[in-house]
């Protein structure tokens, strides 16, 4: 009887009109394998074209006077005058040039000092005793503010100004620095010093790959500090540079050669990010992965 049951349920059942299941059909929740993984180069080209596009509407039209926003003809009329050299004032390669040198050797020197006092504040309690007070203390500070002791101190040549661009840029490479240290697991840690390793070693082949990518990172930060120091550090008695060609043209109310001071300056910083994020793909390449 009971057989019989059970055989009259399979019939029923069978007759009924369900889908089958197909694994493949399933809706998806994301496009994506990660979260915002995908190419957005169109979407930032489309982003800049749409902007321009806005700019030059605005300042045609006369909505805004040229005074407040130059239109992007009259700016690049002014690059392209700095650019060959017939502007009644340095050449834009000559400030380009004054820039550079002043950034990317105060970037290169924080850089230096910044990643080994960064991984030792991760890895010893009396580097980071003495380093984590002093970074802290004058890391909030604005560059401005200590500006005028440095000028005091070190006078008016290229060392104040440098060295205004490498306080900007020391603590962000240290203090990420000293967050990558924190990424080597005890585990690793554990089965380096099993193996023999000393502690040399361990910091070597184990801390200094895991800290990679938030150094990395941090340089990142840093060069956008040096670059926004820039301009007050070429405040300095200077006559050479982008910032103080854009501090120059502002006393004179030249707004098409301010706005294209600014987008050279930005250009710069992005071109260099670029170079930033193509190294770090490189160096990297498990980071997000893992």
């Given at each position: 009887m009971l057989e019989l049951q059970w055989s009259l349920l399979a019939d029923e059942m069978s007759t009924l009109d369900v889908p089958a299941t197909d694994a493949k059909a399933a809706p998806s929740t994301s496009a994506f394998a990660e979260p915002g993984e995908g190419n957005a180069t169109l979407i930032s080209v489309a982003t800049i074209a749409a902007l321009l596009l806005a700019w030059a509407v605005v300042t045609n039209a006369g909505w805004v006077k040229p005074l407040f926003l130059p239109s992007p003809q009259a700016v690049w009329q002014q690059f392209i005058a700095y650019l060959t050299g017939q502007a009644n004032d340095h050449s834009l390669l000559q400030h380009a040039t004054a820039s550079l040198l002043r950034v990317f050797s105060a970037f290169a020197l924080a850089a230096v000092v910044g990643i080994p006092v960064g991984l030792g504040m991760g890895v010893s309690r009396v580097v980071r005793g003495i380093a984590d007070p002093v970074l802290e203390f004058y890391r909030p500070l604005p560059p401005l503010a200590y500006l005028p002791l440095i000028i005091i101190w070190f006078g008016i040549d290229e060392l104040p100004k440098v060295l205004l661009i490498f306080l900007s840029c020391l603590a962000p490479v240290a203090l990420a620095s000293r967050a990558g240290a924190k990424a080597a697991t005890l585990e690793q840690i554990h089965a380096a010093a099993s193996m023999g390793a000393t502690r040399w070693q361990v910091v070597r082949h184990v801390i200094v790959p895991a800290a990679l990518p938030d150094i990395l990172v941090g340089l990142r930060i840093a060069i956008g500090f040096g670059w926004t120091t820039l301009v007050a550090a070429e405040m300095v008695a200077a006559n050479l540079g982008l910032g103080?060609?854009?501090?120059?043209?502002?006393?004179?109310?030249?707004?098409?050669?301010?706005?294209?001071?600014?987008?050279?300056?930005?250009?710069?910083?992005?071109?260099?990010?670029?170079?930033?994020?193509?190294?770090?793909?490189?160096?990297?390449?498990?980071?997000?992965?893992?």
């Open positions: 103080q060609m854009v501090l120059n043209a502002s006393n004179f109310l030249r707004t098409d050669i301010v706005v294209m001071g600014i987008l050279v300056i930005g250009a710069v910083a992005f071109a260099f990010d670029l170079l930033m994020r193509a190294i770090e793909r490189r160096l990297v390449p498990w980071k997000g992965r893992v």
